[in-house]
T-cell receptor, first 109, second 119 residues
Framework: GQSLEQPSEVTAVEGAIVQINCTYQ??????LSWYQQHDGGAPTFLSY????GLEETGRFSSFLSRSDSYGYLLLQELQMKDSASYFC??????????FGKGTMLLVSP | SAVISQKPSRDICQRGTSLTIQCQVD?????MFWYRQQPGQSLTLIAT?????????ESGFVIDKFPISRPNLTFSTLTVSNMSPEDSSIYLC????????????????FGEGSWLTVV
């Protein structure tokens, strides 16, 4: 079977840094993806790690440790518009995705 | 990145009817998929849409309920058959496309979704 664990909710204030962790158990692991979904919207691709290490894209970074079956999404300089749900998803070798349950990020002034 | 268009974007459907959702990708892609997101839940893969052959369904999803077509590399349809209120969900088309931040890397993009409410 496949399972992913991520916190259900995280709160932070504007300007802060927040880290959303994701642990997974899966077969056929190819990489770890992160998606953002605002209320009423569709998922938007944020980041993807196929290899160990840190990937940086502007204010967002994502990290993967394959040996630990662990990754995280790091959001810096938080803005109100970052309030959304964030999903980690394991990408399998057939390019299908298995999603975690999502983390709701609430950013307050 | 691939631009993925879906229609309808929203619909209210009567119980027992069927609805077909269309998905168009702006560039040729190798892989297309259909996901479902029930209210307040995460995304679940329904099937991989294979060009010119039957779709590959995940456990819990069957062709009679969710027939899928993919006549060419850029277009696919998903039909939700004999709908019940439990089928009220967002249905999302996705495709494997190129990451415009790294042209040597591909990634999986989603359309805007089709929001179905069954009454």
């Amino acid at each position: 079977g496949q399972s992913l664990e991520q916190p259900s909710e995280v709160t932070a204030v504007e300007g802060a840094i927040v880290q959303i962790n994701c642990t997974y158990q899966t077969s056929g692991f190819y990489g770890l993806s992160w998606y953002q979904q605002h209320d009423g919207g569709a998922p938007t691709f944020l980041s993807y790690n196929a290899l160990d290490g840190l990937e940086e894209t502007g204010r967002f970074s994502s990290f993967l440790s394959r040996s630990d079956s662990y990754g995280y999404l790091l959001l810096q300089e938080l803005q109100m518009k970052d309030s959304a749900s964030y999903f980690c998803a394991v990408r399998r070798s057939d390019s299908t995705l298995t999603f975690g349950k999502g983390t709701m990020l609430l950013v307050s002034p | 990145s691939a631009v993925i268009s879906q229609k309808p974007s929203r619909d209210i459907c009567q119980r027992g009817t069927s609805l077909t959702i269309q998905c168009q990708v702006d560039s040729q892609v190798t892989m297309m998929f259909w996901y479902r997101q029930q209210p307040g839940q995460s995304l679940t893969l329904i099937a991989t849409a294979n060009q010119g052959s039957e779709a590959t369904y995940e456990s819990g999803f069957v062709i009679d309920k969710f027939p899928i077509s993919r006549p060419n590399l850029t277009f696919s349809t998903l039909t939700v058959s004999n709908m019940s209120p439990e089928d009220s969900s967002i249905y999302l088309c996705s495709a494997l496309g190129w990451d415009n931040r790294d042209p040597q890397r591909n990634t999986i993009y989603f359309g805007e979704g089709s929001w179905l409410t069954v009454v």
